[in-house]
């Protein structure tokens, strides 16, 4: 019989109207758990379903759809499909049951739902009802109904074992008429979507076409459209998710101020887990730049200051999380520090002129980053996310064997993930002056068709130009050369200024020829270059042009320098 994860006991339902004994069993049963499943029709409306059984599935389809229900029956699937079709179904606000026998001993349910999360960490598990088949006692049913509920599912489904179809059938009605009423119930109302006393099917229905329409333009960079929309939601029921989502459509337009309220506001509801507090800590944390620029470095220090105390009160929420459940580890997100290892490898404080606070991060960075060697199997295996965060402080901290061969095994795995995979990695090479290995990380990923090529293509010429620097300081002018050539190919901006330390290097290498064709060429590109205070520097092209003009004079005479 069925249970719920949240209680452990269906509600009582109503008795069946009289019903002709001579009917078929399908249409017999159709009719008796009609009024009984009524509610749920009415809040779902489709049922996707995946059963091991295919006789119980083409039966319960045609039960399912005397009953009211659009049926989506499912064949069977690679997990990783079967993953992104649950995601799918219940975004749809389909009722999901699910049958999930396990090819192997390796993957169980478990696995399965935390790969659900994974794939869609705001996805709610509420309309989905697995499915056990066999004997199973009331203490097996305790313990599975605790990992159920670990991941907010609320109700399952046991059936006999090699039991006939007929009486599957029966069970399975059953335990849906009492999974309905259970969400009729006050305990099962769905947490953080809309708490209204009644669920208004119109409310509820324009609330998830708002939540959808923010997400969508998050994922197209649209924030402040995607903002109006979540504020819209909001009006409709503020929660914990939608707060959440307004909030990083602040953060990413930049809007700290703003972002740092909801994420407050999300905190106040939820105050168990560390998301919120770790997106505080990360807004804290943008403002020490805009106040170092703007405000002084008194102000700096306070919003660093207090950036840090919710990035650490975010690490107590996870420490405390890790001890409450060191028994059913299921309950635990699948990687706890996520949201702090994302908040500190976004924010980069190196640069502004305050040691201190850079060594002070890069302590707790490196702290958290040894929490999470501890769990490699599992980012190495699920989250690309977590393993670029991972890569970029790996970079920041000079472990650069390491985080190469995580960001290469990105774009290994998928050739999509080049873009943030080596950009970030070439990046944070920059930054710790490995100007080499970023030029050279560059020109790799400008192999790739890339939506940002542009940038791509100037942040490849900044690394450029500082490798030919280093290698021309170093007496390695063919080398330096070559790095200079490299970059014109690209057809850079502003490629006067490359040229021009080209035809500085050809003067080194005493190659005047070249160097006079690189710096003609130069002047064609920018014929006025040589009237701009960025050429103040390059004195020796100045008498190098002196040079070329005197010997076309002498070439022909009557002509006059200008």
């Not at 953060?251 to 106040?268: G, M, V």
Request: hydrophobic fraction near 40%; include cysteine.
């Amino acid at each position: 019989m069925g249970k719920s994860p949240a209680d452990g006991a269906g509600g009582a339902s109503k008795a069946p109207a009289e019903i002709p004994k001579n009917l078929p069993f399908k249409q017999r049963i159709a009719l008796e758990y009609a009024p009984k499943l009524e509610s749920l029709v009415k809040k779902f409306g489709h049922v996707s379903y995946k059963l091991e059984d295919q006789t119980l599935a083409t039966n319960i389809s045609y039960v399912f759809e005397k009953i009211g229900f659009a049926c989506h029956p499912q064949p069977d699937q690679q997990a990783r499909v079967l993953v992104m079709n649950v995601v799918k179904w219940l975004d749809k606000g389909h009722l999901v049951l699910l049958h999930f026998k396990p090819k192997s001993t390796d993957f169980n349910l478990v696995h399965l739902l935390r790969e659900i999360k994974l794939a869609a960490p705001g996805c709610r598990l509420e309309g989905l009802v697995p499915i056990f088949v066999g004997a199973v006692t009331s203490q097996k049913q305790m313990e599975i109904f605790k990992l159920l509920g670990a991941f907010g599912i609320l109700y399952a489904s046991f059936l006999t074992l090699e039991g006939p179809t007929d009486k599957n059938i029966e069970e399975l009605l059953s335990d849906l008429g009492k999974y309905a009423d259970l969400l009729k119930s006050d305990t099962a109302r769905i947490k953080g979507v809309i708490d209204t006393g009644e669920e208004d099917p119109a409310k509820v229905k324009k609330y998830r076409e708002l939540m959808a329409k923010g997400k969508q333009l998050m994922d197209e960079h649209k924030y402040e459209e995607a903002i109006n929309s979540f504020s819209e939601a909001i009006i409709l029921g503020p929660n914990f998710k939608l707060l959440m989502e307004r909030g990083e459509a602040y953060y990413q337009s930049r809007q700290y101020i703003p972002a740092l309220n909801d994420f407050r506001e999300a905190a106040k509801l939820e105050k168990a887990v560390p998301d919120p507090y770790a997106k505080i800590g990360a807004c804290c944390l943008s403002m020490v730049k805009n106040a170092a620029l703007a405000e002084g470095a008194e102000k700096a220090r306070k919003w660093f200051s207090m950036g840090m105390k919710y990035l650490k009160d975010a690490e107590g929420i996870v420490v405390k999380m890790e001890k409450g459940n060191e028994r059913y580890p299921e309950r635990l997100p699948l990687i706890p520090y996520a949201p702090i290892l994302n908040a500190i490898a976004e924010l980069d404080i190196r640069g502004l002129g305050f040691p201190d606070m850079e060594k002070q991060m890069a302590s707790f960075g490196a702290e958290v980053l040894g929490k999470l060697d501890l769990q490699d199997g599992v980012i190495s295996d699920n989250s690309v996310d977590t393993r670029i965060d991972r890569a970029i402080l790996l970079t920041r901290y000079k472990n650069y064997d390491e985080a190469e061969k995580l960001f290469r095994g990105l774009v290994t795995e998928d050739p999509e993930n080049v873009g943030p995979a080596f950009n970030n990695f070439a990046v944070e090479l920059r930054k710790n002056e490995q100007y080499a290995k970023a030029f050279e990380i560059y020109q790799e990923l400008l192999k790739f068709s890339l939506p940002d090529r542009d940038i791509v293509v100037e942040n490849m010429k900044t690394a450029g130009l500082k490798h030919a620097s280093d290698l021309k300081e170093k007496m390695k002018y063919g080398e330096s050369v070559a790095a200079l050539r490299n970059i014109l190919i690209h057809k850079p901006k502003h490629r006067e200024w490359v040229l021009c330390e080209l035809a500085v290097t050809f003067l080194e290498m005493q190659d005047q020829a070249q160097a006079s064709f690189s710096l003609m060429e130069a002047l064609y590109v920018n014929p006025k270059l040589m009237q701009s205070e960025r050429f103040a520097p390059y004195k020796d092209l100045g008498n190098l042009r002196q040079e070329m003009m005197k010997k076309l004079l002498e070439s022909e005479p009557g002509k006059q320098i200008r």
